[in-house]
């Protein structure tokens, strides 16, 4: 009996165009649409594809809705300054008009007062109870998710955007070496999008990797899924648990060796552990297991148990997550992931429901589609932003928005060299795809300008019919100021000669 051969030769076949358009945005995530509305704003014919049917990524069919885009913008406690940070006076541009959308299309929006709504601008819409992720009577995730993507598609759809959902990007489409659209794999079979610019905001640059430019790994993603229980009693819930003596020693030393310590997350759960040993015993019975391994990763979980109702229906949420390594860029890895993650928060809610009082009658109502992720696979574009550049305080001539670390209380420019492929013509990276996970670019704020950035970049060189690397930045630096986005301090466009 023959070994299998380890590699299939394809055929040449032919492949339909569907599109041709100027700008062709790979994910409909935050920073995917940020990016097709500024090319769209600026006459590009655009489209976007996306593997779901939802648009908003991880604040939208990901469920991950908190800590979301008012994150370290001005505080309502804080004083004006025009010498303040950037995101110490809010986003401006295409990013804070979004923002507003949401907050305005949140339900019970329209019991906002003028009182209020003086408020929200006055500190750039960042008003406790006003937040996305938060307030609304219920976990804020669930709400925002669905608030969230309908504002995308309501904005893309004003906007003239073309949309092709429920398709997969596959290989880019390579004219004399250039990036000059994309392959997609749809319910019709395989089809061609042709682009003048391709901008990969697929959150693990699988358009670039795939079209041969450098690219990195972070091997500590941090994966996880957000979940949400119904049915809880909170009071029954809390008196439970005061009831429960403290883990024991023995306890806390038998979690020490198998990895980890009870789920924390509930302030009634996480101080004294009073779960522990109920966790303990169903682990030795074999009924459930509360961490799982998966090679050199442990998964992990979290919960809070709040007074939410929906309906009468009181909720719980909380969500996974991953320590140690794993290379969430290997197909059978993301897999076996996707396996782990859904089947412990299942064993997690029959565990409740088992044992806890207050979950007697409490079900899974909603779980992530998919895995979210602080890390993976990234770009490493000509300039790839690090930890150095932010301790140094950088500035950068090249510069597209602003990003500061309010744990070192240090601020970085960064550059629009972050969102150029080494050696490769005609795409843009855009959100986690352009940037390794170090300084926290990821955070959604600085996300959202990542991806207005691409957006008009790539309308500006596909009018002028030039290449990404050939864009003249102060072309940028001025559309972008023009929309509204403060790009840097005043003191550092003045000596750019931008002010």
Known sequence: MTEPAAWIDEPARRVPVAYDVDVLVAGGGIAGTMAALAAA???????????????????????????????????????????????RVGLGGIPEEFHRRVIYARPHADRIT??????????????????????????????????ASHVALEMLTEAGVELLL??????????DGRVRGIFVESKSGRLACRARVVVDATGEADIAF????????????????????????????????????????????????????????????????????LL????????????????????????????????GLCLADGRTG????????????????????????????????????????????NVSPYLNARGGRYLRGEYPLSGEDLTAQRTFDDVIYLYHDDKCGRSCEVPYRLLLPRGVDGMLAAGRASHVYGPNLRARCFTL???????????????????????????????????????????RLRELGLA
């Open 41 to 87: 704003r600026h006459g590009a014919r655009t489209l976007v594809i996306d593997r779901f049917g939802q648009l908003g990524g991880n604040i939208g069919p990901g469920l991950w809705g908190g800590g979301t885009l008012h994150l370290a913008l001005k505080s309502s406690a804080g004083p004006a300054d025009e010498e303040q940070l950037l995101n």
């Open 114 to 147: 003028p009182e209020v709504a003086q408020a929200l601008e006055a500190c750039h819409l960042n008003l406790d109870g006003y937040r996305m992720g938060t307030g609304g009577g219920l976990p804020g995730y669930l709400v925002d998710s669905q608030v």
């Open 166 to 175: 429920s398709v997969y990007a596959g290989d880019p489409i390579l004219v």
């Open 210 to 277: 795939r079209a041969g430019a450098p690219t990195g790994k972070v091997t500590n993603p941090n994966l996880g899924l957000y979940y949400v229980l119904g049915g809880v009693d909170p009071e029954a819930y809390q008196r439970f648990c005061a009831g429960l003596p403290s883990a024991s020693a023995d306890d806390l030393a038998w979690a020490a060796e198998i990895g980890g310590t009870a789920p924390a997350g509930d302030a009634a759960t996480a101080t004294g552990q009073p779960l522990l040993p």
């Open 280 to 311: 303990r015993q169903a682990w030795e019975a074999g009924e459930f297991r509360y961490l799982r391994r998966v090679d050199q990763a442990v998964v992990r979980l979290s919960m809070k148990v709040g007074a939410a109702r929906a309906g």
């Open 322 to 365: 991953t320590g140690g390594t794993a290379d969430f860029s290997d197909a059978r890895m993301v897999s076996r992931m996707e396996q782990e993650h859904r089947e412990l928060v299942y064993g997690w809610a029959r565990f409740l429901q088992r044992h806890v009082a207050g979950f007697a009658d409490a079900c899974l109502l």
């Open 449 to 491: 300008l990542n991806g207005q950035a691409a957006g008009v970049a790539a309308a500006l060189c596909s009018r002028a019919g030039i290449e990404p690397r050939l864009l003249p930045v102060r072309e940028l630096q001025r559309s972008l100021l023009a929309l509204g986005s403060p790009v840097t301090n005043p003191r």
